[in-house]
């Protein structure tokens, strides 16, 4: 890329960055962010069609980078951990970003795109012939989409606090909860009374 153009989308990028920490996304204008950036609306107009286009990129980077993040860890025995301490770390800083797509319906495909991630992420453990998460009789792909799910809702509980603890405590206990659940024989359904 043209170094201009990676300049003028840098300052683009931290100038709605920086208003959406202020302002919030909705009151905020093209012109507002250009002139936060110095830059002209037109510049603006030469990367961007709008403020919605210019947010969906800055959230296609940052789940990227979050991937990135992740299959560096490799293989080892304390994945998990690492994996959910890097989301926490990650998600402290981008909180607005976090917050707009899980809390904004018109950022669905976003939070989509974030559980795909960390269910990739999951697969890596849970594919394991011998993994302490796996759960007898129950199919893999039920047990990544309810962990994964619940890691969302736990993440979004925090950030709606403020981040009230620190990210190596949420990995801790998630983790510590995710490790419960393989030390517990499912629970099955009483079986129906017969005629009935």
Do not use: C
Not at 10 to 19: V, Y
Not at 25 to 44: H, K, M, P, Y
Not at 166 to 183: F, H, I, K, N, V
């Amino acid at each position: 890329m043209d170094p201009r153009v990676h300049r003028s989308r840098a300052m683009l990028r931290d100038a709605l960055l920086g208003l959406i920490r202020e302002r919030g996304f909705d009151t905020i204008s093209v012109q507002d962010i250009s002139e936060r950036a110095q830059l002209n609306r037109s510049t603006f107009y030469l990367h961007y069609r709008d403020k919605d286009e210019l947010l969906t990129q800055i959230m296609r980077d940052m789940l990227l980078e979050l991937s990135r993040r992740s299959h560096q860890l490799g293989d080892s025995p304390d994945r998990l951990h690492r994996t959910l301490l890097e989301w926490f770390q990650h998600a402290v800083e981008h909180p607005e970003l976090y917050h707009l797509m899980l809390g904004r319906s018109g950022m669905r495909a976003f939070s989509v795109q974030l559980r795909n991630i960390l269910e990739q992420l999951m697969n890596l453990d849970l594919e394991r012939a011998n993994s302490p998460l796996l759960i007898e009789g129950v199919p893999v792909p039920v047990l990544n989409r309810f962990l994964t799910s619940a890691y969302m809702g736990v993440l979004e509980w925090w950030l709606d606090r403020r981040s009230l603890h620190s990210p190596e405590d949420m990995a801790r206990w998630l983790g510590a909860l995710t490790s419960m659940m393989g030390s517990h024989p499912p629970a099955t359904s009483p079986q129906s009374p017969r005629g009935k």
